[in-house]
């Protein structure tokens, strides 16, 4: 930094001009900005209106371009402070993907994991090695790292979900690899929403062992995570910076559904007013119920059903509703705890857990 050094001398420049040719750099040039006293992310804080601008643009993409040509027709939610990244923080990818009646997206595979959660339209399905789940409005999918999936839609309405990937973090190890399957859809292995109750009614098949580090449910029903919301908001208070918030959960581990992504859903009680809260996660959302706006950082987003939003790391969030409101969302939190960088500060005074 110069500030602190002064300014720079010719000597110095000739010098910093010199080592460049030989690919060196003065660190004392860089310091502050490689190690910074708190997280200073390039991404913004951003709010993509979905009703009102982003579903007309994700509909006429279904006009000019076929699910077949396109593998999977999804317009990128891309952080305008990561311009050309297509990523929505630094760390994860996410896009607004439209099935049509009657469309297939082709099977395929990649070390990318990915999640879907439900904007608009019922009835289509994601098969996940061999097994389907059908998709309802809130619903949380999961389509984890490596395992042959496709998207089939044999309802009479459109379908359009979000789609939350790692891309950005395998890209930084340089750890992609992705294949074709030799099929349009898979054949059927399981039948329909098998993995839902064999995995999720708190039993486990007796001598069954995980294959890898995901969860083996494929859909987190959004039936499921309401009602669960609901007899927490009955019967006790709301924390004071998240409302009622739950965590997904990998019932083999107990941890993140995915390694690398964890994913939230949380009730904000009507008239809720949250406490300050800044995380290294920078998170996604979406509003599945209810209206209200959050201060991300200083900037103010209104919101309402079907609406994205981020918060990138150590932004300060304030939530206020309306109405009662209901919020998804998802963030690497699951990789930053592994690697014991995660942090958090709640309410005014910044004070650390
Ligand atoms: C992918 O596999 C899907 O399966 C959606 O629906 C979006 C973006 C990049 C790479 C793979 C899907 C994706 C993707």
Same mark, same amino acid.
């Given at each position: 930094m110069t500030t602190q050094l002064g300014a720079v001398s010719e000597e110095r420049q000739r010098f910093y001009e010199e080592i460049e040719t030989h690919s060196l750099s003065p660190l004392w040039q860089r310091l502050h900005a490689l190690v910074p006293k708190t997280p200073a992310t390039p991404a913004v804080p951003m709010k993509w209106d979905y009703d009102g601008v982003v579903r007309q643009h994700v509909f006429r993409a279904g006009d000019i371009v076929t699910a077949e040509e396109a593998e999977r027709r999804v317009l990128i939610l891309e952080n305008p402070g990561l =311009?050309? &990244?297509? *990523? %929505?923080?630094? &760390?994860l990818y996410a896009g607004l993907q439209l099935v049509k009646p009657g469309e297939i997206a082709r099977a395929h595979r990649h070390s990318q994991s990915a999640l879907r959660f439900v904007i608009e339209g019922c009835g289509a399905y994601t098969a996940v090695d061999g097994e389907r789940t059908v998709m309802r409005p809130g619903d949380f999918v999961l389509t984890p790292s490596w395992r042959w999936h496709d998207h089939g839609n044999e309802s009479n309405e459109p379908m359009v979900w979000l789609d939350g990937l790692d891309i950005p973090i395998l890209s930084f190890f340089d750890a992609g690899f992705a294949e074709t399957g030799g099929t349009l859809s898979q054949q059927e292995q399981r039948p329909v929403g098998d993995s839902t109750v064999r995995y999720g009614n708190?039993?486990? =098949?007796?001598d069954w062992k995980p294959?890898?580090?995901? *969860?083996? %449910?494929l859909n987190y029903p959004y039936e499921r995570s309401r009602e669960t919301l609901d007899v927490l908001a009955r019967s006790g208070d709301p924390d %004071?910076?998240?409302?009622h918030k739950l965590r997904f959960v990998?019932?083999?581990?107990?941890? *993140? =559904?995915m390694p690398t992504i964890a994913a939230f859903i949380q009730l904000l009680p009507a008239g809720f007013s949250t406490a300050p809260y800044q995380s290294t996660d920078g998170a996604v959302f979406t509003v599945v119920e209810g209206e209200g706006e959050s201060e991300i950082g200083g900037i103010r987003i209104s919101w309402k059903p079907r609406d994205i939003f981020v918060a990138p790391s150590w932004h300060p969030v304030v939530h206020r509703c309306r109405t009662t409101a209901t919020l998804f969302s998802f963030s690497d939190r699951a990789v930053q705890e592994k690697l014991g960088i995660w942090r958090e500060a709640r309410g005014n005074s910044g004070e650390k857990r």
């Open positions: =311009p050309g &990244s297509a *990523s %929505i923080t630094h &760390s708190n039993m486990l =098949p007796v294959g890898d580090l995901a *969860s083996p %449910i %004071i910076c998240h409302g990998n019932p083999a581990s107990g941890g *993140s =559904p």
